[in-house]
């Protein structure tokens, strides 16, 4: 008996350790997309910025 749960508990931990892998995997992808679309964000951000400041200047020369 005590050989079968030995047995029992081994496949369990691979099974868990698998589902613990894909689940990692699974998730890397996402976490870039992430931080893609974050990086875009903080570029418009700066764009606007500028915009708005070069904006600001032609109306003062006005």
């Given at each position: 008996?005590?050989?079968?749960?030995?047995?029992?508990?081994?496949?369990?931990?691979?099974?868990?350790?698998?589902?613990?892998?894909?689940?990692?995997a699974?998730?890397?992808p996402?976490?870039?997309?992430?931080?893609?679309?974050?990086?875009?964000?903080?570029?418009?951000?700066?764009?606007?910025?500028?915009?708005?400041?070069?904006?600001?200047?032609?109306?003062g020369?006005?």
């Amino acid at each position: 008996t005590n050989v079968a749960e030995k047995e029992l508990n081994r496949e369990e931990t691979e099974r868990i350790e698998t589902s613990l892998q894909e689940l990692d995997a699974s998730r890397q992808p996402k976490e870039k997309d992430l931080k893609m679309i974050l990086l875009e964000s903080a570029n418009a951000t700066t764009e606007i910025v500028s915009a708005l400041r070069i904006g600001t200047k032609a109306i003062g020369k006005l």
